[in-house]
């Protein structure tokens, strides 16, 4: 099974700056990655597959890169509605499709 | 407009069984595999089962396997998991999903409470 392990667990950003978050792959899920966001309450939204490609009707200031074992989404200028949950998830060693713990982006 | 509209989580005892539904509209349903994702209270998420457009091919992790059986009606846009030997550990929201291999929508999720 790959661990996918998501760092920090919590960042603190001020709305407006950039946010960097990190997903480690425990081997190479080449570019066979999506991160997905949930607020409180509600069911997770699929924000980027294939590593980088956005999904329909995100906003461009979210993007994806890396490749392998090591991922980043990028939140270029973090807006209100910004400040959730992120969960990154491998699907090119399946089953099972596999999680990271997720990382929290809360308002500095 | 794709939606997917779960139902039958209850708390349930230890032991017990539980069919959860979940109703798919506003896509071409038999053309699209489907998920079963949960989610624990205040806790993360974890993948349970895919099962491929036709019901051909299912999978599970390892946690359920041998326990939930997934299963669908594409003459009904349903999906349908199937719980038994409930255990305590699996307390949870259950997701409705849809996506070969990534979910690309999600249902609002129902929730499971093995209790007694």
């Known amino acids: 099974e790959i661990v996918m392990t998501q760092s920090p667990a919590t960042l603190s950003v001020s709305p407006g700056e950039r946010a960097t978050l990190s997903c480690r792959a425990s081997?190479?899920?080449?570019?066979?990655l999506a991160w997905y966001q949930q607020k409180p309450g509600q069911a997770p939204r699929l924000l980027i597959y294939?590593?980088?490609t956005r999904a329909t009707g995100i906003p461009a200031r979210f993007s994806g890169s890396g490749s392998g074992t090591e991922f980043t989404l990028t939140i270029s200028s973090l807006q209100s509605e910004d400040f959730a949950v992120y969960y990154c998830?491998?699907?090119?060693?399946?089953?099972?499709?596999?999680f990271g713990g997720g990382t929290k982006v809360e308002i500095k | 407009e794709v939606q997917l509209v779960e139902s039958g989580g209850v708390v349930v005892q230890p032991g017990g069984s539980l069919r959860l539904s979940c109703a798919a509209s506003?896509?071409?349903?038999?053309?699209?595999?489907m998920h079963w994702v949960r989610q624990p209270p205040g806790k993360g998420l974890e993948w349970v089962s895919l099962?491929?457009?036709?019901?051909?091919?299912?999978y599970y992790a390892d946690s359920v396997k041998g326990r939930f059986t997934v299963s669908r009606d594409n003459s009904k846009n349903s999906l349908y998991l199937q719980m038994n030997s409930l255990r305590a550990e699996d307390t949870a929201l259950y997701y409705c999903?849809?996506?070969?291999?990534?979910?690309?929508?999600w249902g609002q999720g129902t929730l499971v409470t093995v209790s007694s």
């Open positions: 999903a849809k996506g070969e291999q990534w979910v690309d929508h």
């Open positions: 506003g896509f071409t349903f038999d053309d699209s595999a």
């Open positions: 099962i491929s457009w036709d019901g051909t091919s299912t």
């Open positions: 081997q190479s899920v080449i570019s066979n």
């Open positions: 294939g590593a980088s």
């Open positions: 998830q491998q699907y090119n060693n399946w089953p099972p499709l596999t």
